[in-house]
C-alpha cells in the first residue's frame, strides 16, 4: 500500500507560481509511474501531468503545457509539480497519483494509489 501526501496548494493571483509536492511512504518509489489529476468544481477529474519511474520522460495536458513541470526525486520518494503563469482555470483540487508501472500514462484509471488532494485557487 503507498501512502501518498500532497503538500503546497495554496490562494495565489493570476500569472503567479505554485510548486506542489507529492510525498509517498514507499520505499520502492522508484518502481512507480506518478501523474497529477486535478477536478474543478462541477467538473470531471482530468489528467494534468505525469513521468516515468525514473523520470527521464514526462507528459502534459495541452492547457498547461509550457507552463507546469512535473519533476520527482527518487531518492527523497517525492514528484513535484511546479505551476507558474497561473490562470484562474487552474483553480481546482489537485491529485497526486501512483501507478505499478515504470512508463506514465495519462488515464486515471491506471493508477492504483492516490492522495488526498491540495486546493490550488487563482484569483483573477
Known amino acids: 500500500q503507498v501512502q501518498l501526501v500532497e503538500s503546497g496548494g495554496g490562494l495565489v493571483q493570476a500569472g503567479g507560481s505554485l510548486k506542489l509536492s507529492c510525498a509517498a511512504s514507499?520505499?520502492?518509489?522508484?518502481?512507480?509511474?506518478m501523474g497529477w489529476f486535478r477536478q474543478a468544481p462541477g467538473k470531471e477529474r482530468e489528467f494534468v501531468a505525469a513521468?516515468?519511474?525514473?523520470?527521464?520522460?514526462?507528459g502534459y495536458a495541452d492547457s498547461v503545457k509550457g507552463r507546469f513541470t512535473v519533476s520527482r526525486s527518487n531518492a527523497k520518494n517525492t514528484v513535484y509539480l511546479q505551476m507558474n503563469s497561473l490562470k484562474p482555470e487552474d483553480t481546482a483540487v489537485y491529485y497526486c497519483?501512483?501507478?505499478?508501472?515504470?512508463?506514465?500514462?495519462?488515464?486515471?484509471?491506471?493508477?492504483?494509489?492516490w492522495g488526498q488532494g491540495t486546493q490550488v485557487t487563482v484569483s483573477s
Open positions: 514507499e520505499r520502492t518509489f522508484s518502481n512507480y509511474a
Open positions: 497519483a501512483a501507478g505499478s508501472s515504470y512508463v506514465w500514462k495519462y488515464r486515471a484509471s491506471t493508477y492504483n494509489y
Open positions: 513521468i516515468s519511474s525514473s523520470g527521464d520522460s514526462t
